[in-house]
């Protein structure tokens, strides 16, 4: 197990990650408002923009305030 740092304190199982995109696209858009919808979503911005994206495998929307080539390190 790898925890990933989402920024700010938070950390994710890089082994649950589907998917990292970035939040400036439609689809992006699509997934957040979807989630939002039904309380899946994870906001670990702290306030900041949304620049990251991260579907993980039980379904939650994670958002982070760090940008997608840093988190795929």
Same mark, same amino acid.
């Given at each position: 197990? #790898?925890? *990933? %740092?989402? !920024?700010? !304190?938070?950390? +994710?199982?890089? %082994?649950? +990650?589907?998917?990292? *995109? !970035?939040? =400036? $696209?439609?689809?992006? #858009?699509? @997934?957040? $408002?979807?989630?939002? %919808?039904?309380?899946?979503? @994870? =906001?670990?911005?702290?306030?900041?923009?949304? #620049?990251?994206? @991260?579907?993980? =495998?039980? !379904?939650?929307?994670?958002? $982070?305030?760090? &940008?997608? &080539?840093? @988190?795929?390190?």
């Amino acid at each position: 197990m #790898k925890l *990933i %740092d989402v !920024g700010y !304190g938070n950390r +994710i199982n890089s %082994d649950r +990650i589907v998917a990292v *995109i !970035g939040a =400036d $696209s439609a689809p992006a #858009k699509r @997934i957040v $408002s979807v989630a939002k %919808d039904s309380n899946t979503a @994870i =906001d670990a911005t702290c306030g900041k923009k949304t #620049k990251t994206v @991260i579907v993980m =495998d039980s !379904g939650h929307v994670v958002m $982070s305030a760090k &940008e997608p &080539e840093t @988190i795929n390190e």
